[in-house]
Structures are given as C-alpha cells and as structure tokens.
C-alpha cells in the first residue's frame, strides 16, 4: 500500500472536493449500519455537516472506526466530531461548508444556531481508488 501521492490527491479532490453523497458505515457491538450522507473531501478527510445526536453520531461515539464509499472510492476512517458549526475554532471549514453546500445549507433543513448542529470529520486511514483501469491502494496515516 502506497502513502497518498499528488496525483491521488488531484483524483480524490477533482471527485470528491465539492457536494458529494457518499456512503457512511457505522457498527456498534457488531452491528453494522450505513447511510448516505452529503460531504466534501479536503486533504485526507471528509467533512459532514450533522446533528450531533444523531444515531450515525451516538455510534461514532461508541466506536469511532468507520467505512465510507464513494465513486469508485471505498476507504477506513476514523470518526470525529469538530463540535458545534458555528464555533469560532470551527470558523475556516464551516467557511468552506457555506460555500460547498451553498444550494442547500440554508433551506431551513439545518440549524446552524443550534448547537448540537456540529461537523463530523471522517480522517481517512487507508482506502481503494480506481481511475481509468487504474486501481490505487492508498496509506494516508
């Protein structure tokens, strides 16, 4: 497995850096659950805007290792909450949030008041990329 490379990278930002379903698997206790999700990657992670008492976010609690898969993308992470989006500490990527969710973050779907409104990180560990028959086994510790 090789560590992420530039053109890797380029790969993953080109698919991945703008408003991106992608699917998210948790598992507590040895049961699994998956659901999709809108986010962004930027540089070895992907970025959720959640409710940080969702089930999906009271699993990561328990067990912070999950899965996600994306456009010919399949990968480990690690779980994190960033805490509340509008934290002055949160400023810089709940920025970019703002800019990549820009058609829907303001619909009155989300309340970016309410605290418990938090960001979810999802630091990659280790995943799987194809592109153009190629097929790259990715280190990103």
Not at 43 to 51: E, H, K, P, R, S
Not at 82 to 102: D, H
Request: net charge negative; charged share 20%; hydrophobic share 45%.
């Amino acid at each position: 497995m090789a560590k992420k490379s530039k053109e890797v990278e380029a790969l993953l930002r080109e698919r991945f850096g703008k408003d991106s379903l992608i699917a998210l698997a948790t598992a507590v206790e040895n049961v699994p659950s998956v659901r999709q999700v809108d986010a962004f990657y930027e540089d070895g992670a992907f970025y959720v805007l959640t409710y940080g008492l969702s089930a999906k976010m009271k699993q990561i609690e328990a067990n912070a290792q999950v899965a996600v898969c994306g456009e010919w993308f399949t990968a480990h992470a690690t779980g994190s909450s960033l805490g509340w989006f509008g934290a002055a500490e949160n400023a810089p990527i709940a920025q970019k949030m703002r800019a990549v969710f820009a058609a829907w973050i303001d619909n009155g779907h989300t309340d970016l008041q309410d605290p418990n409104t938090c960001i979810l990180r999802l630091q990659l560990t280790d995943g799987v990329l194809w592109s153009h028959g190629v097929c790259y086994e990715i280190d990103f510790t």
